[in-house]
């Protein structure tokens, strides 16, 4: 049995959910692919080249470079290549995030010939009620990390003792709660953001997938291989190809006519997406759309620089 998940986050939050909810599960059958087919060619998803500007948009970030990058790559091809060793799988997915449904369907395209055992946990919504509370989860792990973007942060985190991270890490918890909930109900847009007390109901309610699904799964991904569009998005309730310029309505959105932070542009059009949309997208992503926008003169580039934490913009009125 594998778990097959999307992402790193994804993959240390079902590392340690296994220990509870499914132990014979062995650690290193947990394969997490690490790239994005909700973006870019797909026509041949294991040729490095044409991948590796999606799976690696860091890639040149003097803030980021380094040896890390070729790494992450390297092992995102080697679990790629261990899906040849599945001989049953769960696919862990989220119902309504494009990179994830695309995952799936690249993933049963992989499995289908072999008329292997799919089961999918689908990560969607779940009841207050059926929660287990972050004292429940938190309290019994050995030792608590917490990380954050700001390096700063993650200095003084690393040296608060113990006692003092689990009492954070559990109101950390609640407050995120407390965001995605509505009505008794929590929704997760991926398995990385699932809380780890939700893991065991989403596995207990995994369903395996009859042939007639893992046929029009391989069916979608063959059409969007075809289609090979720039991009690929959730539009009512399915994966749809869709243009470069799909998201650029809800960037120019919040960019305002006043010079303001790039940064803060692209955090406005990722909450935005979510919140209106469902569709995650990636930070570079938006990053290459405000060049592209500038140079279709919607908006204009006030200080350029290599990324967009030192990057200011405005928008240009009508």
Not at 9 to 31: N, Q, Y
Not at 197 to 218: D, N, P, S, V
Not at 257 to 274: F, K, Q
Request: proline residues 3%; aromatic residues 8%; contains cysteine.
């Amino acid at each position: 049995m594998y778990w097959i998940c999307f992402g790193d986050s994804a993959k240390g939050l079902l590392s340690v959910a296994r220990h509870d909810i499914a132990p014979e599960v062995a650690a290193d059958h947990i394969l997490a692919l690490l790239d994005n087919y909700s973006e870019g060619d797909i026509t041949d998803v294991t040729d490095r080249a044409a991948r590796e500007a999606i799976l690696m948009p860091w890639r040149g970030d003097p803030e980021l470079d380094g040896s890390w990058m070729d790494e992450l790559t390297e092992r995102h091809f080697e679990e790629l290549d261990r899906l040849d060793e599945v001989d049953e799988a769960v696919i862990w997915y989220s119902k309504g995030n494009a990179q994830e449904q695309c995952g799936l369907r690249y993933v049963v395209s992989r499995l289908y010939e072999k008329r292997i055992p799919v089961w999918a946990a689908e990560v969607d919504q779940i009841p207050v009620s059926e929660l287990k509370e972050p004292d429940d989860v938190i309290g019994s792990a050995s030792a608590v990390i917490i990380g954050s973007t700001n390096r700063v942060v993650n200095a003084l985190l690393r040296a608060l003792p113990q006692p003092l991270l689990r009492w954070y890490a559990k109101r950390l918890e609640r407050r995120d709660r407390e965001k995605r909930t509505s009505g008794g109900i929590v929704q997760y847009g991926s398995v990385g953001e699932m809380e780890l007390g939700a893991a065991w109901y989403f596995y207990k309610h995994r369903r395996q997938l009859t042939e007639t699904e893992q046929a029009q799964l391989l069916s979608d991904w063959k059409r969007l291989q075809e289609e090979n569009a720039p991009l690929r998005a959730m539009m009512d309730g399915r994966v749809q190809s869709v243009s470069a310029d799909f998201y650029d309505e809800a960037i120019l959105a919040g960019i305002t006519e006043a010079e303001m932070p790039a940064a803060l542009a692209v955090g406005r059009a990722i909450g935005e997406l979510d919140r209106k949309t469902g569709n995650r997208v990636g930070d570079m992503l938006v990053f290459s759309r405000i060049r592209a926008l500038a140079q279709a003169g919607k908006i204009q580039i006030v200080q350029d620089a290599p990324t967009y934490r030192d990057m200011t913009i405005r928008k240009i009125g009508s």
